[in-house]
């Protein structure tokens, strides 16, 4: 069982930046693959980004590239979100999710758990 906990949400302009952090705790270590996803209001939850630990491998939506950067820190179980250069669609709750392996994805159905969300608000 792994439980995590995202925090560092909260309201920002556009062209702010804000790091989020989802900390990590059970069964915890580098053999599963670690991403965040968002959710807007009557929106479907999408992929933003994702890291595999072996080897570091990070996998980004086109929509953040360039913007967003996912970084894992393995010794604090902790991985975090920094984003940059935000605009008003990026408003959303994010989460901070743990796959089923080690094989980063872009689907909802290949992470087994969650975490609570945290909500990020751009004003344009």
């Known amino acids: 069982q792994v439980q995590l906990v995202e925090s560092g949400g909260g309201l920002v302009q556009t062209g702010g930046s804000l790091r989020l952090s989802c900390a990590a705790s059970?069964?915890?270590?580098?053999?599963?693959?670690m991403g965040w996803f968002r959710q807007a209001p009557g929106k479907e939850r999408e992929f933003v980004t994702a890291l595999r630990w072996t080897g570091g491998m990070t996998y980004y939506a086109d929509s953040v590239k360039g913007r967003f950067t996912i970084v894992g820190d393995n010794a604090k179980n902790t991985v975090y979100l920094q984003m940059n250069s935000l605009k008003p669609e990026d408003t959303a709750v994010y989460y901070c999710?743990?796959?089923?392996?080690?094989?980063?994805?872009?689907?909802?159905?290949?992470?087994?758990?969650w975490g609570q969300g945290t909500q990020v608000t751009v004003s344009s």
């Open positions: 999710a743990a796959a089923k392996g080690p094989w980063a994805t872009t689907s909802v159905a290949s992470y087994a758990y």
């Open positions: 059970g069964r915890t270590g580098s053999s599963y693959a």
